[in-house]
């Protein structure tokens, strides 16, 4: 990561999110704000190293989560993005702005000059190779603004066990149809992500593989997270991937 210190503890992270987060629904169910937490907190925790100052405009892209921690803990003027109107009731109750952006469409982008925008655990549900969606996105970056980006490392171990066990990785590969999720369309590897933020256009400030602190959501999960929990010491076997992605200052296209 970038060398900035962390400013914002995990006692801190875990008052508010105990306040904003959980109890509300905003694109999932309780429980997966329960069990996601950790997930969060490693997400957030490298967004607060960026070193951003309060103001910095932010956008989230999904479901809206980072975006009410960000303002809440950094001070960022953060608003949500996503293709439907579920998260809004719960981001504008939380006193944050709301805009449709779809992630297919080539349209008009909702909003430009963006500091930072947040992808987290999204890429993967997308049907479409990932430069056409960073190309989408550095539509709404200022030049020399950021691309934080999370993703499901396409070599975790979670993988190769599924596939030892003949089980499936994936969800059914097809475009979204109203009022359906899409499951992981595709998880990628490192050096399939570097050459799609390259062909997007973007510098690569960072890229890493990680611990995204997430156990798992049963008690078998958990259990088999600590048997292998020892493999994560090899970075390719991490279970996610993190990139800062940079639209270079000169691009004023």
Same mark, same amino acid.
């Given at each position: ?10 006692? /801190? ?14 694109? %999932? ?37 980072? $975006? ?20 809004? $009731?719960?981001? /504008? ?17 909702p909003v430009t000059g ?62 979204? %149809? ?8 595709? /998880? ?22 990680? %611990?995204?602190?997430?156990?798992? $959501?049963?008690?078998? $999960? ?11 010491r090899i970075p390719r ?17």
């Amino acid at each position: 990561m970038p060398q900035s210190t962390t400013s914002v503890s995990y006692k /801190e992270f875990s008052r508010v999110y105990a306040e904003s987060i959980q109890g509300r629904t905003f694109v %999932e169910d309780l429980s997966y704000y329960k069990a996601c937490k950790p997930r969060f907190w490693e997400a957030f925790r490298r967004i607060d190293a960026l070193g951003l100052p309060p103001g910095s405009k932010v956008l989230d892209i999904g479901g809206g989560i980072m $975006a009410v921690l960000a303002a809440r803990l950094l001070g960022f003027d953060a608003m949500v993005g996503d293709v439907n109107e579920r998260a809004r $009731a719960d981001v /504008e109750e939380l006193g944050l702005g709301f805009v449709i952006f779809d992630l297919f469409s080539d349209g008009a982008p909702p909003v430009t000059g963006l500091d930072l925008v947040i992808l987290t655990e999204v890429i993967e549900h997308i049907p479409q190779p990932p430069y056409l969606v960073l190309q989408r996105i550095a539509k709404l970056i200022a030049p020399g603004g950021r691309l934080f980006l999370t993703t499901p490392n396409g070599h975790r171990i979670r993988n190769i066990l599924y596939m030892m066990a003949g089980k499936e990785i994936l969800g059914i590969y097809r475009y979204p %149809e109203p009022g359906m999720a899409l499951g992981h369309q595709h /998880e990628y590897t490192m050096k399939q992500m570097l050459w799609q933020a390259g062909h997007a256009g973007f510098e690569v400030e960072l890229a890493e593989y990680y %611990e995204d602190g997430f156990k798992g $959501a049963t008690l078998p $999960a958990r259990i088999a997270w600590m048997v292998v929990k020892p493999l994560s010491r090899i970075p390719r076997l991490r279970n996610s991937m993190v990139m800062v992605l940079r639209r270079p200052a000169g691009d004023g296209a």
